[in-house]
């Protein structure tokens, strides 16, 4: 098990915060087709929401949150890095929000930036929404950090989260023996199942192509993703790792690169430490390898 390390994950998250939103082709993808989700499961609640977004980083959800058919009134941002409050708009009432998206026109009661790492922080609310794309990989306890969320919701309110599973980023791993300790989706189901109401999981696998293995080490440094990497890299060891890299993962005149997100809708009910008697059966994908 790679034990993660979040002093270095803000670093290079921070590093790579001016080139994040142009190379994080995945995360927009799964940011969007979290948000269509979410959106399934809150829109019918007449009035806009108290929303928690957790691990905003440089803004690439939050622009699409708002500019979504998400009514949201109220919005707090969570970051392990305090420096992306600085792109929280400085006006409420009429201000121009431009994060990972066009700017929007802004119109809240409330907008709030939280710094630090939310399996410490103490958590305002009652919240409608909880939501949170590309990101809980990194916990160290994310069945804690559920118990965490989930009370943080008023009852009814949705738990809607991304994250990336097993097959994530295997060509690295194969190479170079570093990676996450990705859950499963029957572990997170399951955990979400003795919790609260599971609306909806799936999961996906998206396979990307690059020119050559050094476009892939550089899309991976752009955005962060390489911030359980400590050792250097020298010429000898770059060398020998794009070999391999081509050699086993050409395809025609290019290599791949496979992602495998997660998805997750969820449901508070009224008593967070049972489960439902009647669970809502959820939607299970199962992606063909």
């Not at 708002?66 to 792109?87: T, Y």
């Not at 399996?119 to 804690?144: A, C, N, Y």
């Not at 690295?172 to 199942?193: A, F, H, N, Q, R």
């Not at 495998?260 to 199962?286: E, G, M």
Request: glycine share 4%.
């Amino acid at each position: 098990m790679q034990k993660i390390d979040k002093h270095v994950v803000c670093r290079q998250f921070r590093r790579a915060a001016a080139s994040y939103d142009r190379q994080a082709t995945i995360q927009h993808r799964v940011a969007d087709r979290l948000l269509t989700l979410a959106a399934q499961y809150t829109n019918q609640q007449p009035q806009a929401l108290s929303v928690l977004e957790i691990g905003c980083c440089t803004g690439l959800l939050t622009g699409k949150l708002l500019n979504s058919s998400i009514k949201v009134r109220s919005l707090v941002l969570n970051d392990l890095m305090p420096d992306f409050a600085e792109r929280l708009p400085q006006d409420i009432a009429v201000s121009k929000l431009s994060v990972g998206e066009p700017r929007v026109e802004v119109s809240l009661e409330e907008l709030s930036f939280l710094p630090g790492d939310i399996e410490k922080l103490p958590l305002p609310g009652p919240f409608d929404l909880i939501i949170s794309s590309s990101t809980f990989h990194w916990l160290d306890d994310l069945e804690q950090t559920l118990d965490k969320l989930l009370a943080a919701l008023h009852p009814g309110g949705v738990l809607a989260f991304s994250l990336y599973g097993p097959e994530n980023l295997p060509e690295i791993k194969e190479l170079t023996g570093v990676g996450l300790d990705y859950l499963s989706l029957p572990e997170i189901t399951s955990m979400l199942e003795k919790r609260c109401l599971l609306e909806k999981s799936y999961q996906d696998k998206e396979v990307f192509l690059f020119p050559k293995p050094r476009d892939v080490l550089n899309h991976l440094r752009r955005t962060g993703v390489n911030s359980i990497n400590r050792t250097p890299w020298t010429r000898q060891k770059l060398h020998s790792f794009c070999r391999e890299y081509t050699k086993r993962f050409q395809v025609g005149q290019a290599v791949h690169l496979t992602y495998n997100p997660l998805y997750f809708i969820a449901r508070r009910s009224h008593d967070v430490t049972k489960k439902p008697s009647n669970p809502q059966k959820h939607l299970a994908k199962k992606f063909a390898k």
